[in-house]
């Protein structure tokens, strides 16, 4: 491996870390034109060697532009959205409606419920490859490159105890903070 390759490979981690720093813990460690400055030199380096560029470089991040045009896509299992409930009965009815679409064993998690878009990410070996929106339930718009605007949302998983191939559902909140971000001219989303 050459000086540029390990060079290349150090200021990646190192950006993606910052990165989750800033957007994940919302602790900072450098400055934002140290962070831009090491950017620039990752930037330039996959400009010379773009075979060496990692799919989860903070490079590969949109920007501003994002895609107006999208593919549909199948959900690999359907997206079903929330009901209200008022009574135990229809828990119990929900409970076996499930059951009868998942031939697998599950377990319920609550929580509360954020009222965004719903979105599905599919990560392949630690790496984000998809996103698309719940869409009819069934099919739903590809976001990938509007889903890469989000911050908080990693190209690259961190740890290595995940599964190979797995999705991943949640929903894109814009927080009060992002929505004066927003009228600023400066968009700012989450995922929760």
């Known amino acids: 491996m050459t000086d540029d390759q390990i060079r290349l490979n150090a200021l990646t981690d190192e950006l993606n870390e910052h990165n989750y720093k800033y957007y994940v813990l919302v602790q900072p460690e450098i400055s934002d034109f140290e962070f831009d400055m090491k950017l620039l030199e990752l930037q330039k380096l996959e400009e010379k060697y773009p075979e060496w560029a990692r799919a989860d470089s903070p490079t590969m991040r949109v920007g501003g532009e994002i895609s107006k045009e999208f593919k549909t896509v199948s959900h690999r299992y359907p997206m079903l959205s929330l009901g209200n ?20 064993d599950f377990e319920y998690v609550c929580e509360l419920k954020y009222d965004g878009l719903a979105i599905e990410l599919t990560y392949e070996n630690g ?23 989000i ?5 690259r998983l961190r740890g290595n105890d995940w599964p190979d191939s797995f999705e991943i559902r949640g929903e894109i909140i814009m927080t009060r903070s992002g929505f004066k971000a927003f009228n600023l001219g400066r968009l700012e989303a989450a995922f929760c």
């Open 151 to 155: 911050k908080s949302i990693p190209l």
């Open 127 to 149: 790496i984000l490859i998809r996103a698309v929106t719940r869409g009819d339930g069934v099919q739903g718009d590809e976001v990938t490159a509007n889903v890469k605007t």
């Open 85 to 104: 409930t008022y009574n135990e009965g229809e828990l119990h009815d929900f409970d076996q409606r499930i059951r009868k679409l998942i031939d697998v």
